[in-house]
């Protein structure tokens, strides 16, 4: 089993920014990456950035340039810093933990952003 620890989540105005963290613990062995989700209210769940062991990142289009996902692999921690915020990045984060044959998610954490 995997557990994911998140925090960071909170009220920010737009143009503000906020730090979230992951912290995974477990049978973490075989972790390939580590990242980001997000669902806003009403809304499906999306990805939002993801960065592999070897140290390769990806991002949704709609936070490139804004948000960046890093890690810390001596702790087992992802990190996404998210600047210049906006009402729209309003949502429940999620990190995940990506393995060969699942993916764990942590419990969520809110952001919102006000106009």
């Known amino acids: 089993q995997v557990q994911l620890v998140e925090s960071g989540g909170g009220l920010v105005q737009a143009g503000g920014s906020l730090r979230l963290s992951c912290a995974a613990s477990g049978s973490i062995i075989s972790l390939n990456a580590m990242g980001w989700y997000r669902q806003a209210a009403g809304k499906s769940r999306e990805f939002v950035a993801i960065?592999?062991?070897?140290?390769?990142?990806s991002y949704a289009d709609s936070v490139k340039g804004r948000f960046t996902i890093s890690r810390d692999n001596a702790k087992n921690t992802v990190y996404l810093q998210m600047n210049s915020l906006k009402p729209e990045d309003t949502a429940v984060y999620y990190c995940t933990a990506h393995f060969t044959l699942r993916v764990y998610w942590g419990q969520g954490t809110q952001v919102t952003v006000s106009s």
């Open positions: 960065k592999t062991n070897g140290g390769s990142a």
